[in-house]
């Protein structure tokens, strides 16, 4: 049997049942956001994550720089799920021999960025040759007083979310029609846009379809350079919390079936910024889908139980089994995981 | 400029460079074989390698069982060398979807032995397709009282090795006459070695070179399922330890960078087993060369002060400066970094 045929068989659930052994100062293993292990009384979360070549990103769209940043990124993001404080970071980097030391300076600069901006140490790491494709991996190890799990959801809590969805896969699409890479960094400006590789492409892309770099720039960064969202504030009520990394209906669910509970959805509640609405229209793509299904945006899904008061955009609740997305109309309809999975399975052990 | 032709500029000292930032719970960060951090007097050891396809293995070659199982091990080795104990794991594998699900059960079989002979537990990973190549990596965690680094060598300490150099070399040497897969497992015993694929090339090729598999076998196993060498009652004396994953003179070279010393090698002192001697000979590779600069052995090449016991072979002494082979007539030469380097610089950061 191959992988892609697996279907529901999860692989990673298999992986999961064979190392679910305990032991005694782990608090939480294989499963959640992030491992969290007990040293003498204080919790230290690891996580980790890679991006390989073809399948994460592709380096006729994205730079060095955009790459070491959200590689960053996307393994805090796990950490601040578990309401965590990311400490430390080690990175495994694989690159043709080829490869010019201009793209691993940019790739670490970009790394750096993201270091200053989530306040982290790299620790280690290991960085070796490849014959094709480029790998990427970073484990982030940090710490937590109280985590928040998947697990703690109950029937009545709210369902919240910290920002608008969908921008992130609005702006792959946007950066594939540009057929570029886009000279974003972390700071606001954009430096040397008019000097920049691909900027008459880009220039030539957005007067065609009438569209601003104002208004595509945000779109742009949230899928080149994503920063993960913070728990702040609702980490003090939330039941359980997870980062939209694959996707609303994909992250909801885990959220379900790890609190063995059901949710609905209200669609018109679902956050969709004015910039993605308008791109996604040029595009001909619905905004709706690209918020239920686009993966990467970062933003935090977490439950409160109601009468709680949460700065957070409300979206629906979780219910006792059912899973379900009520449409404008009052009409409901059932919804499973839908988007991005790796051979159409979990891809988190 | 490529990486390939950096020299002795090297990659990971630049980087080394740029994240050498230290955070005040930082015992260890960058430059040694583990990161070591302080939270609450509590010392953590994290440590990360990478395995890719075409680099570090050819399928044609090592089976997915032992692949999990060598990539456990080469990530203990590096806490063993701080004088750890390693606890967790996190594993990253990144695989074409149109692999097997048997080859990814057998990778994570491999993991398992591995972690029960070390006693760790994995703690969380992340599995990805990957368009060609398949990408492998760990992170171990440990814990230790009082760690080891590179540093701590001196003028005058004696020079130690745990066990036999140049078995892992030879290893894959015969190997590649063979052509084959091996069906070695953790057990001693080769269970079904007479089914299993490539037995018949074993045994033809065994018998046409003279080598009987009693002698081979060890050899085949240093390489495919090594071993890491717990540090025992070493770690009471030694001044300063790495384990030998690059070959003697590298890591050597590596251990003097560190602790800003040379080191005078005795040729006839470095350990070279029964089997090697043999197999090296038939396949006309000169078995001091393998032990000098061939990888992957695993073993622990440390230092201690004279006058110490020390229950290891003691291959040679650290000078101020001078980097010197003595070979069996008395004639010195000098020595420098040689091996497999990616990219000719060093890989760990």
Avoid at 125 to 138: E, H, M, P, R, T
Avoid at 183 to 211: E, F, I, M, N
Wanted: contains cysteine.
């Amino acid at each position: 049997m191959k992988l892609s045929q697996i279907g529901e068989l999860s692989l990673l659930e298999h992986i999961r049942r064979t190392f679910s052994r305990k032991a005694k100062d782990i608090i939480v293993g294989i499963g959640d956001d992030a491992a969290v292990v007990n040293p003498s009384g204080k919790r230290i979360l690891f996580t980790t994550d890679m991006m390989a070549e073809g399948v994460h990103f592709d380096l006729r769209f994205v730079t060095a720089y955009q790459l070491g940043f959200k590689l960053i990124s996307v393994n805090v993001s796990d950490i601040y799920a578990m309401a965590g404080k990311p400490s430390y970071v080690l990175i495994t980097i694989a690159v043709h021999h080829t490869t010019r030391t201009e793209f691993i300076n940019n790739f670490f600069q970009g790394v750096e960025a993201a270091l200053k901006l989530y306040k982290i140490v790299l620790i280690g790491g290991d960085v070796s040759s490849a014959v094709n494709d480029i790998a990427l991996s970073a484990t982030v190890i940090g710490y937590a007083e109280n985590v928040i799990q998947r697990s703690g959801a109950r029937a009545g809590d709210r369902l919240y979310v910290t920002g608008p969805l969908g921008d992130s896969a609005c702006g792959l699409a946007l950066l594939k029609q540009i057929g570029s890479t886009v000279p974003l960094q972390v700071t606001r400006s954009v430096t040397g846009l008019k000097q920049a590789v691909g900027y008459r492409k880009l220039r030539s892309y957005l007067s065609r379809q009438g569209l601003s770099w104002k208004m595509t720039e945000p779109l742009l960064r949230r899928h080149l350079m994503p920063e993960a969202k913070m728990p702040k504030q609702w980490r003090r009520n939330a039941t359980a919390m997870i980062d939209v990394s694959d996707g609303l209906l994909i992250d909801l669910s885990r959220l379900c079936n790890e609190s063995r509970v059901g949710a609905r959805l209200y669609e018109e509640k679902i956050p969709i910024s004015a910039e993605m609405n308008k791109a996604a229209s040029c595009l001909g793509l619905s905004p709706l889908t690209l918020a239920l299904s686009g993966g990467e945006d970062y933003e935090l899904l977490f439950t409160a139980p109601p009468g709680k008061k949460v700065r957070a955009l409300c979206i629906g609740d979780i219910t006792e089994s059912r899973r379900i997305i009520v449409d404008s109309a009052g009409s409901e309809r059932p919804f499973s995981a839908e988007g991005y999975q790796h051979f159409g399975n979990e891809n988190t052990i």
